[in-house]
């Protein structure tokens, strides 16, 4: 009787197509973004998402045709995020037919940007991506995890654990917590960062970044995360949505 | 074969883009307009519905929205609110404000109240319990559908309309997230659903398509 866990595969998009690399380098061309979408729409994915990860204007322009053809074709639900910096980008990406659309850099400089989003169109549309890592060297946070941007290559000292509880407070109607250190490991999403965020955290929470086995999405969702997202192990066809969903099903979780 | 004409109403609420592809899917000749002609004549009206509930009841007022609601129930003529859609046709929103209620539209007796669960906003696959008689949920009772919203209609609708004989109380679809909800509505010529069947894959556009069909 409750909320089905969500599987959702991620597609990195630029240029109008998918691309994947491990730990945000070394991408590889991975398809057409539409019929990428459309496969997992009919394997049961749960919602899907696009993370923009184009260089300039001129390609997030490209992006924003993909999301409108996908629209057209793909009846769940359709998150993009990725050089989303205004009001304005928002508003573009939902009349292209997104139905949520998800802030990480822009928001960390101008931490408002959320509360704004939240105001204009609620915030069931905001998803604040969170790309967080263990810190290391000279820098310390209260938890023990920073924020990073430019796809993990750059620190901000900002602590991970606050910043998510900040951006729910702020507006975001879901957090999107992506571990840098497990991104396109395949070793697993990072639990116990999922805890101390699901701790903090009362909207739904998205977790992202290490998956490699079917047991890794069971783990992430019995360690509070309301859904859970993944790109390479769908791309590369390692596993099938359905694969997961089954596994996850079988454990007793609550599955479309 | 003639075809069912359906009109969306285009008050400027988010992506109703979806809406119009989804009906346009199961059949409908589907048009986005605020034309009250058009609103009028169409076979059916989708209300969509996103954002705060205070919004909404403003986006609709400023297209006579309520005023072409209300002429086309007098008139016999189907409507389908969709998420706030529905939420607006109960008697009040207390959505940000619990000390100054926002007024519906009133079709049916409720409130619009915050969701009380652990984690909220609600979204995501839910399952429904449909009453006996149902039409939207024909052949699809136990399936999933889409939902997000972080308030909903928490009191009886059908309950609260049993005591007055003039009135036929609708039959009341119920889901629950922390505590039960309404999920949807269907009330003669009038019916509403809190989640999206335009979001909810194929058994979303079974639920339209029953809609459409019964035009």
């Known amino acids: 009787m409750s909320v089905a866990v969500r599987v959702i595969p991620c597609l990195d998009v630029a240029d109008g197509r998918v691309v994947k690399g491990v730990n945000f380098t070394d991408l590889r061309d991975a398809g057409d973004p539409v019929e990428l979408a459309r496969r997992y729409d009919a394997e049961g994915a749960d919602e899907i998402t696009f993370l923009d990860v184009s260089a300039s204007a001129e390609a997030r322009d490209t992006t924003i045709e993909v999301v409108s053809r996908t629209a057209e074709e793909v009846f769940v639900p359709l998150t993009v995020g990725g050089g989303v910096r205004s009001v304005e980008d928002v508003d573009r990406l939902l009349k292209a037919g997104a139905d949520k659309v998800g802030v990480n850099t822009a928001a960390i400089a101008r931490p408002e ?39 993990g290559r750059r620190g901000t000292g900002i602590d991970a654990v606050e910043w998510a509880a900040k951006g729910a407070a702020l507006g975001a109607g879901e957090i999107l917590l992506n571990s840098m250190d497990a991104d396109g490991t395949t070793d697993g999403f990072d639990l116990a960062m999922l805890d101390d965020v699901r701790a903090v955290v009362d909207v739904p929470l ?51 | 074969m003639s075809t069912t004409n359906v009109v969306v109403l285009d008050y400027g609420s988010g992506n109703v883009r979806s809406a119009v592809r989804a009906l346009e899917r199961v059949g409908a000749n589907v048009e986005l307009t605020a034309d009250p002609d058009a609103v009028l004549a169409a076979d059916g009206l989708v209300v969509p519905g996103v954002g705060a509930f205070a919004a909404v009841m403003s986006g609709l007022r400023s297209v006579r929205g309520d005023m072409l609601v209300e002429r086309r129930l007098a008139g016999g003529r189907p409507v389908l609110g969709i998420c706030v859609g529905l939420q607006v046709m109960f008697t009040a929103g207390i959505e940000n404000n619990a000390d100054a209620p926002v007024p519906g539209l009133d079709q049916w007796p409720g409130d619009v109240v915050r969701l009380d669960a652990p984690v909220v906003p609600h979204m995501g696959w839910s399952t429904v319990e449909p009453p006996a008689g149902t039409v939207l949920f024909d052949g699809i009772e136990d399936e999933r559908f889409y939902f997000v919203h972080s308030y909903a209609v928490r009191s009886d609708p059908a309950a609260a309309m049993a005591g007055d004989p003039a009135l036929t109380p609708p039959l009341v679809t119920w889901a629950e997230h922390g505590s039960p909800f309404v999920a949807a509505v269907e009330n003669g010529v009038l019916a509403a659903t809190q989640f999206h069947p335009e979001k909810s894959g194929d058994a979303g556009a079974q639920l339209l398509r029953n809609w459409v069909t019964a035009l």
């Open chain 1, 113 to 151: 940007l959320l509360a704004e989003i939240a105001d204009r169109f609620g915030r069931q549309v905001l998803v604040l991506s969170v790309d967080a890592r263990r810190v290391t060297g000279e820098t310390t946070t209260p938890s023990g995890y920073e924020v990073t941007t430019h796809g």
């Open chain 1, 206 to 256: 998205i977790a992202s970044g290490g998956a490699g086995t079917p047991e890794h999405f069971t783990d992430a969702a019995r360690h509070g995360a309301d859904a859970v997202l993944a790109a390479s192990v769908f791309h590369f066809r390692t596993l099938s949505v359905g694969q997961v969903k089954d596994h996850m099903r079988a454990a007793g979780l609550e599955i479309r």
